[in-house]
């Protein structure tokens, strides 16, 4: 069976049917009618790729530069939580696939594996640490130490979600951590006051608790005064927003619907991209997360302007699938997909795709 | 089961399996081929939302104030007729979920509930009643005046119904008002000549030969020359309405077309919100119903400039449900998914909503 | 049954059950691929409504003036061969129906009841003779000198058949036309060389055989000139050719792309009526065929421009379910969709249908 | 049963039900996630037909030139490998129906008939090659030597290979080309270092590892420089590529995104026609392949600019039919289809289908 499985989609189907109905729900799930979590994936189809011919692609390299390092593939992993629901070894399986891959993994902060455990497992790997500003910043200090010490490459503050959004599925399964894992960042940490066990039908609300609701822009500050990792804002979709976060010079904008979990009936995160680039593409790193299924979507989210694409369930459904060596799988498909859509547009490098390459579909219907 | 009821929809599918096919019916149903009933609600994915970040959200306050008057939610209740269908307490129960909620009921003039009883059990409610004029105006007066009398705040007066439209179910039903119900405002008003239980496979003969097909603007002074209360007229899909009703001084336009039920082919009442906006935003005060089934829906028509969303079949849904409480359940559902779309989006009040937050999905196509 | 029996669409799942498969398939289908055949029905969704308000309504009036003739409705019966397979009377009844109802018949020069016939079944009515130019033109002159004889009040050419379209549906089913039936008009008629019940799998080709492919716009001039009957080109499509109709002084134009029949691909009639009405809008009457289904369609074709809209397969459903009655029973339908239409759009005639009160749904999709 | 195969779709569908699936697989599946493979279908919908009447086309001629050659239709075959899987008479039968029919007949270089079989099967065929260019320029000069001798008229150079699509379908089949046959077109000679009858499962690697990734612009003029016969560029989308062509001086572009097979999200061919069309339409001949299943769609590419329309996948299903037989039967479908279409809008010659016949949809959108 496994030599079927040639796609992502075809993790995704596999996923489907061997993770228990819970944690699937918790993974799958997106915010409200979930418009926006189909939305993101389909939005991609609405660019066309308009391949060059009879250029020399004999010898690709699809590696590029980010925050000043080098990735073997312009696709990382996006933070995901509670990545030990869909394999027992989870984050440190994750990692590990990233770091033989050449490629960016991000921690979540609510993950099941700690910073130490992710640090050790993966020491070669381009380890990003995804950071909430919780209300005591105290909290947010030391995790934020703790992944400099443990030597974590740039920190992903996710600014859109001053609270955890509505996710139906979750509410109707009254998700729980299962008590064999827990939130292993704060475990043991008794000042933060957070049960790392703790979850429940109140997920949602024990989160909302400990999150700072009051952030502000003027915040990023104070983070910025407390750490020398470049800082990468994820969850912008507007130019307005990326204007004001070019402004306070952070490092690079992650622009994303969170996996359309947050708020149903934003534009898909490959719709928002364009006014983004076009706003600060010059000023800032610009990556993109949200419905990247297909090196085909690699290809149109790099010709759009972003530097980098980060996938999140793709990686579950992999490491659902077969811990490490799935989540490996699923990376090493995204890479040759991309790698065909290179040679086939005349593309030799990642810097050659550029940006006639990719048009809406609205190109075509003029008249 | 209750359980599991965790948005409107829910609510809806529960109705469809609990009412009795003549009564779903009549409310559930459209004019003609129904595209209109189907479109209104579709149409509000046609907008998105354009969420900003790291705004100070950590105190929300969801109230606005309408023709005057403070109201908790920015979401009330439009005026429906034959509630008690739904549930034995019917237009009772309803007004008081609204007068808990702390927002605004609109009575139907062809309710099972008289003016009188739904002010008695409301007695704090913001109630609002909805107006036909009748042929015979000394009906339309009377009922005019019992409302004053009653404590009502406003009266809403429908523009779009000159007759009932055709609605295929109703005929196919050959719906009648179950006979132990009765149009509670008409009981004992013989002059009317109205018939309180009639109703049958006529029914909508039987209104036409009520309402006044000769209503023309002038008959707005005629109604503002024998009330005090702000006149809300219901039922615009116009700009150039829209100008006539601010040049005739009333107080406010409920932009509507009566839930798809009048004439098929109408734009959603999503759509035709922002012609008239444009037109008279600045001189009355504009709200909207039609199709709203989340809190986002909610969110999007303020953006688009609506002071105020009504709600009409999901109220039917909760009624049915579980009457006064299933409709606190609705509003419920509605205020919370409200609040999360303003936290999420950068919005700590309902002012905060600005309308570059949401835009119609060609802004993403643009090439 | 009959009383469930609430709209066209009521009457065409009737037909779809009672009529042989070859005749059914005969009305039903379209050329090709068979999508102008959809496309014209759904075409009319692309149009949204603008309904007015406050303005009186109370007396009703359809009625209008075409050819300076007046009908009560504007809603006519197009030409359709071959009646006699949806119901023994065929055309009679059809006929009779129209009369009865005080709008237009066309008949079809391949009906199976004669112009004598339908003349002496229906003397009061207000009949127009459908007519295609053959190789021999003294065909076409005895059908011209019989139709005026028989007090027919227009000829009706079409323009968009100079062979007949490719039926995959006929020509899998090898149509004939049944045995019993012939085509009335050249019955008795020796001279013509048409065989009078011929048909069978060469339908296409036995028609092709009599038309006159090399028909140009100078045989317009000929035809004016044996005839005082005013001309109706139907199967115009293009402002192009409606200048040219306009330039040589026909009386009419019947946009129409023969109800999807003749070749897949074309616009939807109603697509084509507005190109059509800005170019000779003011100088010739502007008519329409092709998907109508509802007194909504009726409405926005007049409100596009159109003077009158004509029905085709709607009435061989009626037809099919009980003749003249059936045929009473589709118009009455229409009549009935489009007086509510009129008045819950804020029209008391036909003549205040404006055409602000129609526009294409991309009215509602600016930014 | 033959009898009710009366257009492409139904040959499509015999297809499906009689060949093996992996040969089925490998002609009909797409890349990745196929949505051009559909697109190129369905993308002929949004373009509109506008019909012309009363011109005269009693006399017909659907003949045309190209590359100075008469041909009878404008519908050739386009190259595509391994015809032996659909009829064991493979590319002879197919080269023989189109030499009967008076058309082009493109022979793939991956070909299970050799450049002389066909030739000597189709002796007054008009018989095009095409060309892939290896990295061992000898195999190619070979190739363009034995077409000259086998008096072939044209070389047409795949141009949007430069590796072989990624097929989920061949990968999971783990497609074989079948061991009794072989590319014959290298058979007996040893020098390229082909293995004529290896493919399996690595068919990609096998084609990846002898066609030359290297290929640049230049190497047209080297190409031009060992043959005389004209040069065909197929699988350019762009206009850019389309004037770098022009400008070398090839012969001719075929529009074509390779059946979807090489990268999926492209234009569909017929959206990427008009802008080569407007860019180099008037110094290069073009042509286009992709999609094209009825004479409709035959005549839209024509209007639209093409000179030239190429089949692929349909002359497969008539092989997998009946072979030369059943590709006579797609061809003259097409041809009769594109008759009807030429009558039924006033076209006598291909000639006279101008440029405003055809319009996209949005044509009709218009406020």
């Given at each position: ?6 796609c992502?989609?075809?993790f995704?189907?596999?996923?489907f049917?061997?993770?228990?109905r ?6 799958r799930?997106?915010a ?32 590029t530069?980010?925050?000043g ?12 939580s509670?990545?030990?629901m ?20 991000t ?5 099941t ?21 919780f ?6 200090k ?6 400099e010490?443990?030597g ?6 996710t ?52 999150y ?17 990792l470049?800082i ?17 010079g ?6 994303s619907?969170?996996?359309?979990r947050q708020?149903?009936?934003t ?31 690699v ?6 302007g ?32 991309l790698?065909?859509?290179?040679a086939i ?6 810097k ?7 048009v ?8």
């Amino acid at each position: 069976m496994g030599e079927s499985l040639v796609c992502v989609k075809d993790f995704e189907r596999h996923a489907f049917s061997v993770l228990p109905r819970s944690a699937l729900d918790f993974y799958r799930s997106g915010a409200g009618a979930e418009t926006t979590l189909v939305h993101n994936r389909r939005a991609f189809s609405k660019f066309k790729i308009r391949p060059r011919c009879l250029r020399n692609v004999s010898r690709r390299d699809l590696s590029t530069t980010v925050l000043g390092q080098k990735v073997e593939i312009p696709v990382g992993i996006s933070p995901m939580s509670m990545q030990r629901m869909a394999h027992p070894e989870g984050e440190c399986a994750s990692v590990r696939a990233a770091q033989e891959m050449g490629t960016i993994y991000t921690l979540s902060s609510l993950a099941t594996a700690s910073i130490e455990e992710v640090a050790e497992t993966a020491p070669r790997g381009i380890n990003w640490f995804q950071l909430y500003i919780f209300k005591d910043r105290e909290v947010t200090k030391k995790l934020v130490a703790r992944a400099e010490n443990a030597g974590f490459k740039a920190l992903v503050l996710t600014v859109d979600a001053p609270i955890s959004g509505l996710r139906l599925a979750d509410i109707r399964n009254k998700f729980v951590l299962p008590p064999h894992l827990k939130f292993a960042n704060f475990s043991g940490d008794k000042s933060t006051g957070i049960n790392t066990t703790e979850s429940g039908s109140g997920l949602n609300s024990y989160v909302n608790r400990f999150y700072d609701q009051s952030l502000e822009w003027k915040d990023i500050r104070w983070l910025q005064g407390i750490t020398k990792l470049p800082i990468v804002l994820k969850g912008i979709l507007t130019a307005e927003d990326a204007v004001i976060a070019a402004d306070l010079g952070v490092a690079a904008i992650l622009v994303s619907n969170h996996g359309g979990r947050q708020i149903d009936g934003t534009p898909a995160s490959i719709e928002a991209l364009p006014e983004i680039v076009k706003a600060v593409g010059d000023r800032v790193e610009i990556y993109l997360d949200g419905g990247v299924t297909d090196g085909t979507d690699v290809y149109k989210a790099l010709a759009l302007g972003a530097k980098m694409v980060f996938v999140g369930r793709p990686v579950l459904w992999g490491l659902a699938h077969s811990g490490e060596d799935g989540v490996k799988k699923i990376l090493t498909i995204l890479k040759t997909e991309l790698d065909y859509a290179l040679a086939i547009t005349g593309c030799a490098t990642i810097k050659d795709i550029s940006k006639e390459m990719v048009v809406p579909e609205e190109y075509y219907n003029k008249l």
